[in-house]
C-alpha cells in the first residue's frame, strides 16, 4: 500500500499474536516503509534485541518474508526494524534514552498501540497501568510526534460487558458505565488500588496473598460498574481516555472478538498460544474434555489474526490525518455467524478422523462432547462426577493419615481450576450480544480497490467455518501444541 512508504510507524506490544502479524504484513506488502519502531519491556538494548528476535523475527510466521529475502533477510530487517526498551504503563513510554526519545518525537508517522494484559481477572493494579493508562500514555507521546499522522488503538469489542441484541460501533463517553450508576472516575479508580496495595503490603500480606486479592479486588470494582471482569473495564476505560484528551489527534478504535489463526496470510494456520475456545479444543482432542458448556442457539464471535490486521491496515491509511475518533468492530457475528454446536461437531470430527497422540504413543479416542446448556446443569454434572469422588477421597485420606494427600490436592486443585475458569467465561458462554459492523462494511468498500481485494481481505462472509476449522485452524492448534 502506497501511503506506508517511507512512513515511521511505532508499535507497542510487539511480541504479542496480533502485533507479529501486523509487523510481518507491513514488512511483506510495503518494504519501503522506512522504519518499524518495536517497544520492548528489556533491561537494556542488547536484552530488547534478544527478545525481538526471539519472540518476533525468528518465528517461523517469518518465514514467507526469509524466502523471499534469503541471505539479505538479516540485513533487511535490521534496516527496517528498530527495537526501542519501553513500558507504556510509565509515562513517554518508559523511554529513558532521551536522544532517542527525541529522534522518535521527530522521526514518527503513526503510532500502532496493541500492548494489553488480557487477562481477564489480573491485578487491579496491573490492569489499570497497561490497559488504562497505557493508552493515556500512548496518546501523549504521539502529541508529542511533530509528524503524527494516526494513532490506533487495539481494544476488544468485549468492552460492551454481557449487552444483548446488536451492539454499535459507538465510542464511550468519559464516565460512561454499563449498569446506570453514576460517578465512575478514572483518577479515583488508580487511588483506590494504590490504597488497597498499600493496605495488603501494611498487613504484611505474602506476594500470593497480595496477588490474589489485587484480583479479586480488581473483579469486585469492575461488576459494580457493570463489567465482568477486570480485563473489558480497564480497556474501556482506556478508550474513554482516549476519547476525551485526544484533542486534534486522530484516532481509530479497533475492537476484535475472538482472534483465532491466520485465515490466508502469510499462510494458513499460523496460532501461537492456546487461548479461549483454542483450550477447548485441546482438551477436548486430549480427552481432558467431555463436555462443552453453551447455549444450542449460541454464536461464536470468531475472526482470523490476518483479517483483523488487515482491518487495522486500512483504517490506518484511510484516516491519516483525519482529525476525528473512528470504531470499528471486527468480527463475524452479523455477517458469517457460526454456532457453538457447528463448533463441537467440527472438533468431533477433526479430532475423531486425526485422533491425538498422547505421551505414551497412544491414539486418544473422543467421543461426541455433552453439551450443558445453563450453569446449573454444568455444575450438577460437576458435583456428580467429581466433587463427590473427591468428598470421599478426602474422607479415605483422612482416615490413612494422609496416605492420599498428593492425589487429594492435586485432583482439587484441577477442580478449582476448571470452576475458575467457568466463571470467568461465563459472561461469554451465554453471551446473547451481535456485534453491528456498519463502519467496517463502509471501509471495506472505500478502501479495497479490486486490485487490492486478495491483499487486504477483512469481510468474514469469505470464510467457509468447515473448511476453515478442518483444514486450517485444527491443524494449526495441534502444529503449536506438538512443536
Known sequence: MESLENKSILITGSTGFLAKIFVEKVLRIQPNVKKLYLVVRAEDIKSAKQRLHDEVIGKDLFRVLKEKYGTNFNSFISNKVTPVVGDISCENLGVKDSDLKEQLWKEVDIIVNIAATVNFDERYDVALGINTMG??????????????????????????????????????KMGETLNGILGLDIQTELKLAKEKRNELQAKQATKEEES???????????????????YSFTKAMGEMLLGDLRENVPLAIIRPTIITSTYKEPFPGWVEGVRTIDSLAVGY?????????????????????????????????????????????????????????TFR????????????????????????PILFTTAASFQRYMAVRYLLPLKGLQVVNAALCNYFRHTYSSTNRKIKFVLRLVELYMPYIFFKGIFDDANLQKLRT?????????????????????????NVHFPGIVRYVFK
Not at 486479592?213 to 477486570?230: H, L, S, V
Not at 467440527?346 to 479416542?365: E, Q, T
Not at 487486504?456 to 462472509?461: A, R, S
Open 135 to 172: 493508552a493515556k500514555h500512548v496518546l501523549d507521546f504521539a502529541k508529542n510526534c511533530v509528524k503524527h499522522e494516526m494513532l490506533l488503538h487495539v481494544s476488544t469489542a468485549y468492552v460492551c460487558g454481557e449487552k444483548s441484541g446488536l451492539i454499535l460501533e459507538k465510542p464511550f
Open 212 to 230: 490474589t486479592a489485587m484480583k479479586e479486588y480488581g473483579m469486585q470494582r469492575a461488576r459494580f460498574y457493570g463489567w465482568p471482569n477486570t
Open 285 to 341: 482432542g486430549k480427552g481432558k474434555l467431555t463436555c462443552f458448556l453453551g447455549d444450542y442457539d449460541l454464536i461464536l464471535d470468531l475472526i482470523p489474526g490476518d483479517m483483523v490486521v488487515n482491518a487495522m491496515i486500512a483504517a490506518m491509511v484511510t484516516h491519516a490525518n483525519q482529525p476525528n475518533e473512528f470504531v470499528y468492530q471486527v468480527g463475524s457475528s452479523l455477517g458469517n455467524p457460526i454456532k457453538c454446536t
Open 345 to 368: 461437531d467440527l472438533a468431533y470430527r477433526y479430532f475423531s478422523k486425526n485422533p491425538w497422540i498422547d505421551k505414551d504413543g497412544k491414539r486418544v479416542i473422543v467421543t461426541r
Open 446 to 470: 472505500t478502501v479495497t480497490k479490486p486490485s487490492e481485494a486478495n491483499q487486504y481481505y477483512f469481510d468474514p462472509k469469505i470464510i467457509d467455518w468447515e473448511d476453515y476449522f478442518m
